[in-house]
C-alpha cells in the first residue's frame, strides 16, 4: 500500500524555508536493487550482533565488507539526496536506523505501523532494547504531525510506559493520533501492541512548531 506522507510542508507552513535545518524531502525511486541492498543490509546487522564463526572468518568477512564501503563511499551524498529516509514503500521508509515499520493508515485521526523488531534490536534475553522502542514512538509522532497537516515540529519530549516485553520476530501494531493541540504545541499518544492485543508499551510526548530561524 503507497502513502503519501510526504506532503511539502510549505503548504501548512509558509516559513519552512527559514527554519534553518530540515530539508524538504521528496520521495526517491532508487529502482529495486536498493530495496534488495537493504533486505540484506538487515539481515547483516542481524548476524553483526549474532554470528560467532571461527576467529579467522572475521578477517575474510571484514575485507569484503570494506570493499563494500570503498564502492558506495565515492557516492555518498548530503542530507535529503540519498534514498534513505524517503522509500514510502520500504520498510522503515527505506532507512536502517529505523526499525522496518509499514504504513497500513496516514490519517488524521491517527496513524498505524506494522513492524517487527529483529536480532539486532535485542536489549537482552530475546527482548528489544528498551532504547528502540522511543525511536519507533518518535518516528511515529512525526508521522502523527504531518498526518494532521500541522507545521514542521521537533520533540519537545517523549515519555514511554513498558508494560510488557517487546518480542523479535513477530509482528506488532503501533497507533499514534493528536491528543491535544495548543498552538505551536501538539501532544501526541500512541501505543504498541502484539497480535494478541495485549499493550506491549505506551508512549506520550509534546510536538512543538518550530519558529523562523530555528534548526
Do not use: C
Not at 529495486?32 to 547483516?44: D, E, N
Not at 522503515?92 to 529483529?118: M, N, Y
Amino acid at each position: 500500500m503507497t502513502h503519501d506522507y510526504g506532503l511539502d510542508p510549505r503548504r501548512v507552513d509558509p516559513e519552512y524555508n527559514r527554519h534553518g535545518g530540515f530539508p524538504v524531502f521528496e520521495a526517491a525511486q532508487p529502482g529495486p536493487g536498493f530495496g534488495r541492498f537493504l533486505t540484506a543490509m538487515r539481515r547483516l546487522q542481524d548476524l553483526a550482533v549474532s554470528a560467532n564463526p571461527a576467529p579467522e572468518t572475521w578477517d575474510v568477512v571484514a575485507d569484503r565488507v570494506e570493499a563494500l564501503v570503498a564502492d558506495l563511499a565515492p557516492y555518498e551524498a548530503p542530507e535529503g539526496e540519498g534514498p534513505a529516509h524517503r522509500v514510502p514503500d520500504l520498510p522503515g521508509a527505506g532507512s536502517l536506523l529505523a526499525p522496518p515499520w509499514t504504513v497500513d493508515k496516514f490519517e488524521a485521526d491517527e496513524v498505524r505501523l506494522r513492524v517487527t523488531f529483529s536480532r539486532y534490536h535485542v536489549g537482552g534475553n530475546s527482548a528489544v532494547h528498551g532504547g528502540v522502542l522511543p525511536m519507533l514512538f518518535d518516528s511515529l509522532f512525526g508521522m502523527v504531525v504531518h498526518a494532521t497537516g500541522r507545521p514542521i515540529s521537533r520533540t519537545a519530549y517523549l515519555h514511554v510506559d513498558y508494560r510488557r516485553v517487546t518480542p523479535i520476530n513477530v509482528e506488532l501494531y503501533a497507533r499514534g493520533w493528536l491528543r491535544e493541540a495548543q498552538g505551536r504545541k501538539a501532544f501526541i499518544n500512541a501505543e504498541l501492541r502484539d497480535g494478541d492485543d495485549n499493550l506491549l508499551a505506551e508512549s506520550n510526548g509534546l510536538m512543538i512548531q518550530l519558529l523562523a530561524g530555528q534548526p
